[in-house]
């Protein structure tokens, strides 16, 4: 696939002069390996360079043409006087008792890897592969000894391909890169309501017509009221993969040793289906279902139709069936889903889904295949052998472990690389959240809650990518890079073995071989991230500064004013009392870059007060319970950082007990409004004081004045003047108008 890519990288190559190649080698791999010894030397690594590969490594020694070079594999040893040689030899059971382990021997004469499974070679060629693209002269590879072996056995990376079409040109370029840092599963989403896109020969509809619609990106097609085309339509969006692209594809994954799972939707998430096949919903009429009809035979012999296509194209084990989202208010008023309850004795709509889960399951069981699901196949009880992945959180992993389930851990808050990486402010339109690769880094796959034995259920990992706000290869590799290293390194490396300012050092090395395979990363961001921790004992607030350059210059000001070359410069946390407004950025050869990063630290008279909820906060946002809206913490830029307190459906209505009467000058609250994902301004906020916690009288009244249709993460304090009135209670009230989500951070009273 990178073929394409050669002759740039032959020219970056070339043009490298003999003073760069004194410079200092590199062994900055990731994901980082188990053990790595530096030795001294380098091995020449050119034209004459021999190829030697045992003959069952044979077709795996062929991916040391990764960089573009033309190689000869011999199948034969190479002589006992032999030099200038690459060897990925077959080892035994003496010399390797694992199986997933390789050995890198690097010397100036040879080069060997040793390795007793293919899988195990594939991982030794990849860790040299990657040392060749680090070096400033990739001709001259340093000399070093490593063994290593991964931590998972799944290290999986998701695409959607349904809401945006990705040609399968690019889906081999994404499968080299993904390979490049040893992540071995490839989870092809290839069906959606946003499009259907692979051929199913029995059902020529979904890909003559529910593989189209009018609109290319999200908002468009929202635009045209999710409106689905033919192919040919002039006005058309879409596409699709024949089989014999699937076919292709699934064979380049596993010369690479990935294994490519496919998805097929299933009870939900299928309009594009029931579009062109409105028999299978519950209504029978197009455009008004989104889920199969589960009291319809027809829906599963559709179903079990496609899957025997499917199954037909992919040799792997799992078949991701989906199973989230599904909407159950349909099968409550179907009849023939409601005879379906009262005739398999189901207690529910929950339970006939599950009821419809088992029933694939058993089917795919028969087919010698294994069934994977988001974690809402939980909902009713789980299908005996199925694996979960678990994605809104770790809670339906927590539970399939604890039933011995196998599980793939996904959540949101760790693995979906849609989210924003940076500042939105400063990036594209993403489907929110907050992932900077730190996050990211600081993720561990298997829970506390889990016993040793029930820890071993956990597979691995996965990034997910949905594609709403991603509409090209460009972008796409843009939300991947540098997060997917940061995961990678996650699931490969032993959870002791890691630390953060380790993985920083490496990524900076990383970036020249990014530049080289042209991959469009996200850059590192220069805003500057200001964590405070508050010490309530002492009545004091403690300033950390960081960001993701390496090695940066931050100036900072505690007045507000905007920081410049000659304000102080941070070199550790700094203390402070009472309350300070923080700015701080990074400087370069005595330039600001990019924006100042302001935080208002409060030590305000509400910290550690009482907070009694008249209507309770979500669930599923709980931040810090009742703590949370007077810990003297602000929210960052994301609802699920744990700071910010999500209110859904109904108003916030709390009451502060300042446990004396005061006077009090004024309260501030802040709220955020993501729109596209239900999250608004409160329409109105206002404030009322009272002395018995029973009377109140209210003391202003504030509307909101951001449109319920700007797109764009925006925050707004909402600021009440108290004038010096004297009491002892405190209740704000924020009206939920869209009856959405609230999100509000802290109640700032003075």
């Known amino acids: 696939m990178l073929k394409h890519y050669a002759s740039a990288l032959a020219l970056t190559i070339i043009s490298v002069c003999s003073v760069q190649a004194q410079l200092k080698p590199n062994l900055d791999i990731i994901p980082k390996p188990v053990q790595l010894q530096a030795t001294t030397g380098t091995f020449n690594w050119n034209a ?36 200038n040689y690459i060897y990925v030899q077959q080892a035994t059971a003496d010399v390797l008792p694992d199986t997933n382990t390789y050995r890198l021997h690097i010397t100036p004469a040879k080069i060997t890897i040793l390795a007793r499974s293919r899988a195990a070679a594939i991982n030794g060629i990849q860790s040299l592969v990657q040392l060749q693209l680090l070096q400033p002269d990739t001709q001259l590879i340093p000399c070093a000894v490593i063994e290593d072996h991964p931590r998972f056995g799944y290290r999986g990376l998701h695409l959607d391909v349904s809401r945006t079409f990705f040609p399968a040109s690019y889906i081999k370029r994404y499968l080299d890169l993904m390979w490049l840092y040893k992540i071995n599963t490839f989870h092809w989403h290839l069906v959606d309501g946003a499009g259907w896109r692979l051929q199913i020969k029995q059902f020529p509809a979904l890909t003559d017509t529910a593989a189209w619609r009018y609109g290319a990106t999200w908002r468009e097609w929202a635009a045209n009221h999710h409106r689905y085309a033919s192919k040919g339509d002039p006005n058309a969006y879409g596409g699709y993969y024949t089989q014999d692209e699937a076919r292709d594809i699934v064979a380049y994954a596993a010369k690479r040793g990935i294994t490519v799972i496919p998805e097929i939707e299933m009870p939900g998430h299928a309009e594009e289906v029931l579009a062109v096949y409105p028999q299978l919903s519950c209504s029978g009429q197009p455009y008004k279902n989104n889920e199969f009809c589960l009291g319809n035979d027809q829906t ?95 809670s339906g992993g927590i539970a399939a472990a604890k039933e011995n389930h196998d599980v793939i ?92 300012a380790d993985f920083k050092t490496r990524l900076q090395s990383q970036y020249l071989l990014l530049q080289r395979l042209n991959v469009n990363y996200c850059r590192p961001s220069y805003t500057v991230t200001i964590v405070p921790q508050i010490d309530y004992q002492q009545q004091q607030t403690t300033i950390s500064l960081n960001t993701e350059q ?12 905007t920081p410049a070359a000659n304000a102080p410069v941070y070199t550790k946390p700094f203390s402070f009392k009472g309350s300070a407004t923080i700015t701080a950025a990074v400087f370069q050869d005595t330039l600001l870059k990019g924006t100042p990063t302001v935080l208002r630290a409060d030590y305000h008279k509400a910290i550690g007060k009482p907070v009694t909820y008249n209507l309770p906060y979500s669930k599923k946002y709980p931040a810090k319970n009742e703590a949370t809206l007077t810990d003297g913490y602000r929210g960052t830029v994301s609802y699920g950082d744990g700071l910010w307190q999500g209110f859904e459906s109904n108003d916030m209505d709390v009451t502060i007990d300042m446990q004396t009467k005061d006077k009090l000058q004024s309260v501030s609250i802040n709220f955020m409004q993501l729109e596209g994902v239900g999250i608004y301004m409160p329409s109105f906020v206002e404030v009322a004081v009272s002395d018995d916690g029973t009377n109140f009288t209210t003391v202003q009244h504030i509307d909101n004045d951001v449109p319920e249709s700007q797109h764009a993460l925006t925050f707004k304090a909402f600021n009440f003047n108290l004038e010096g009135r004297q009491a002892r209670y405190i209740r704000v009230k924020a009206h939920n108008k869209q009856h959405g989500f609230l999100f509000a951070d802290e109640v700032i009273v003075y």
């Open 550 to 561: 390496y090695n940066p210059v931050i100036h900072y000001t505690m007045d507000g004013t």
């Open 48 to 83: 004459q360079t021999k190829i030697y590969a045992a003959p069952a490594f044979k077709e795996a020694a062929t991916l040391l043409s990764f960089s573009g070079q033309l190689l000869n594999i011999n199948a034969t040893a190479p002589g006992p006087k032999a030099t």
């Open 300 to 394: 599963f012999d559709f179903l079990e139709k496609v899957l025997v296509e499917v199954m037909d194209i992919f040799p792997s084990t799992y078949i991701h069936i989906g199973g989230d989202e599904a909407n159950k208010s349909a099968w409550k008023k179907c009849p023939k889903c409601q005879q379906r309850i009262k005739t398999e004795h189901l207690k529910d709509e929950n339970e006939l889904q599950s009821y419809a889960i088992r029933r694939m399951e058993k089917f795919l069981t028969a087919h010698h295949r294994k069934l994977l699901g988001w974690d809402e196949i939980l909902e009713g009880g789980l299908a005996p052998a199925a694996t979960v992945m678990s994605w809104r959180g770790e």
């Open 409 to 500: 851990m996904t959540p949101g808050t760790y693995c979906y690389f849609d989210h924003y990486q940076a500042d939105p402010a400063t990036q594209p339109e993403a489907q929110g959240g907050y992932l900077p690769v730190e996050k990211v880094y600081s993720y561990n796959p298997v829970p506390a809650e889990l016993t040793a034995d029930q820890a071993k259920h956990i597979l691995g990992a996965q990034a997910n990518l949905w594609a709403e706000y991603i509409p090209n290869p460009t972008h796409l590799e843009y939300m991947v890079y540098p997060r997917l290293l940061a995961l990678a390194e996650v699931v490969w490396t032993p959870q002791e073995k890691r630390t953060f």
